[in-house]
T-cell receptor, first 113, second 109 residues
Framework: KAGVTQTPRYLIKTRGQQVTLSCSPI?????VSWYQQTPGQGLQFLFE???????NKGNFPGRFSGRQFSNSRSEMNVSTLELGDSALYLC????????????FGQGTRLTVV | EDKVVQSPLSLVVHEGDTVTLNCSYE??????LLWYKQEKKAPTFLFML????IEKKSGRLSSILDKKELFSILNITATQTGDSAVYLC?????????FGAGTRLTVKP
């Protein structure tokens, strides 16, 4: 069974630009959650999509948005990039049922210059 | 406010030592607690605990949950250099997943 696939692996953008990250979950999984990981803040929850609907949302500004497609693949978009958005962005895939584990992708390392 | 606190933040041991990592939590409507190991990028799943007092075990790693005292421990016996990583504890909260800051374990040969 293929794991969680995130693309691209690395990205360099300039301030003010926008970026789209992609996550393909494990086959059969309907839930995709996105996280931002920085040395100072640790792993922080961005949002979760389940069956093409945003089910949960963390405390991030509206510049961070996402969507999920009918095949459960998800994209995350960040507009008007700021230097502080530099981070490792991880997505996690799960069945979406309660008390089931989530499996992480390798992440996208975003650097904003 | 929901929170997850891990201790210690970092730990340096020698191969063969036994370590205990701690995770305490305060969340409403507790359902489960998860442990992950993060070496370079992707955290890899270790355990999920839902019931108090039942030990989960996988090789040299084991974990137990105390729902009364709101904490979990992760034990690693006979540590190896390959155990060097950040160990993360996570608890699903009302609308999100709360992660602790992690414990950075370094195992020296």
């Amino acid at each position: 069974k293929a794991g969680v696939t995130q693309t691209p692996r690395y990205l360099i953008k300039t301030r003010g630009q926008q970026v789209t990250l992609s996550c393909s979950p494990i086959s059969g999984h309907r839930s995709v959650s996105w996280y931002q990981q920085t040395p100072g803040q640790g792993l922080q929850f961005l949002f979760e999509y389940f069956s093409e609907t945003q089910r949960n949302k963390g405390n991030f500004p509206g510049r961070f948005s996402g969507r999920q497609f009918s095949n459960s693949r998800s994209e995350m978009n960040v507009s008007t990039l700021e230097l502080g958005d530099s981070a490792l962005y991880l997505c996690a895939s799960s069945s979406g049922q309660e008390n089931t584990e989530a499996f992480f992708g390798q992440g996208t390392r975003l650097t904003v210059v | 406010e929901d929170k997850v606190v891990q201790s210690p933040l970092s730990l340096v041991v020698h191969e063969g030592d036994t370590v205990t990592l701690n995770c305490s939590y305060e969340v409403t409507n507790f359902r489960s607690l998860l442990w992950y190991k993060q070496e370079k990028k992707a955290p890899t799943f270790l355990f999920m605990l839902t019931s108090s007092g039942i030990e989960k075990k996988s090789g040299r790693l084991s974990s137990i949950l105390d729902k009364k005292e709101l904490f979990s421990i992760l034990n690693i016996t006979a540590t190896q250099t390959g155990d060097s990583a950040v160990y993360l504890c996570a608890v699903p909260a009302n609308n999100d997943m709360r992660f602790g800051a992690g414990t950075r374990l370094t195992v020296k040969p």
